[in-house]
C-alpha cells in the first residue's frame, strides 16, 4: 500500500515531520534557516504563521528547550499535518510545548482576534511567506499552488497580523527572496525598525537567491545589511559549517544590535 506521505528527519534525527507527498509545501533548509533567527536564553512565545506541517516551528522547540510555539496554518490538511506531526512518538519531547492553530494570518480586527490570534503575546513571530509570483508557475496541484503563491500585499497582511500578536519590542524573523525586499521594509513601516537583512547565497560566486530578514517591533534603529551567508562552498553541495551548524539545530543566527529599543523622543 503507497502512503500518501513521508515522515523526514530534521536536527539530524532530533525531531520529525509529517508531510505530503508530492503535494503542498514540504520544508527543507529554508524551514531551519528561519528558525534559526529565534536566539533566547530564557523561555519565549513563538508564534510560526504558515507553518505547514511545522518544521520552522518544531526546530526552534527543540532547540530552544523553554520555548512555547504557536502554529498558525491555514489549510486544514496542512494542520492537520502538524498535529499528525505533534503525535509522534519521536516529537513526545517538545510536543506539550506546541499548539496548532487553523487560522488565516490576513484576518484583521475581531474576526483576527475571534480566530486565536490575540494581541501583544508573542516574543517572536517568525514566517516564510509565499514566495512564487502567481503567474510564474503553474502547477495542477492546488495545495502546493496555494502555499508557493504570493499575492499582492501579502507581506502587508502577515506582517501587520505579525505586529499585532507581538509583544512590543518583540522580533519578526522571515525568509524570502531577494525581490521582495522593497515589499518587506514598506511592510514594516513604523511598526518595525532595526531591520538586518542577509543575503543567503548558494555558493561565493552565485547570486543571492533568499534573504533572512529580522526586525524589532517599535525599534528607531536603522536597517543594517549584514555579511552575507554563504550556504555552498565553491565546489561540491557539501553546507558550509556554519550553515550546517544553522541546518541541524545546533547554533543560532542571533541579531547583532540590541533587540530593545528606546521609543523615538
Known sequence: ??????????????????????????????AML???????DK??????????????????????????VLL???????ADYARRTLALSENAFLAGRVEVLEADVTLTGKPRLAAGL????????????????AADRRTPDALKAEAHA???????????????????????????????IAEIVEACGRRFGGLEITALHPRPDENATRILVTAVKGSRARLALRAPLFVHGADGHAFTLFVDDLNNGRAAYPRLGPRRHPPAA
Do not use: C, Y
Open 72 to 78: 498558525v496554518e491555514k489549510s486544514p490538511l496542512m
Open 118 to 133: 490575540a494581541d501583544e503575546i508573542h516574543d517572536h513571530v517568525i514566517m516564510n511567506p509565499p514566495f512564487n509570483d
Open 43 to 68: 523561555p519565549v512565545s513563538v508564534a510560526d504563521l504558515g507553518a505547514g506541517a511545522g518544521a520552522a516551528g518544531l526546530a526552534v522547540a527543540a532547540r530552544l528547550e523553554r520555548a512555547k
Open 1 to 30: 500500500m503507497t502512503s500518501d506521505h513521508t515522515i523526514d528527519a530534521f536536527h539530524r534525527g532530533h525531531f520529525r515531520v509529517m508531510q505530503p507527498k508530492g503535494g503542498g509545501h514540504r520544508s527543507g533548509v529554508d
Open 150 to 180: 504570493m499575492t499582492k500585499g501579502l507581506f502587508e497582511a502577515w506582517i501587520r497580523t505579525a505586529g499585532a500578536i507581538m509583544k512590543p519590542g518583540g522580533q519578526l524573523s522571515l525568509i524570502a527572496r531577494p525581490q521582495s
Open 34 to 40: 528561519l528558525a534559526s533567527l529565534v536566539a533566547a
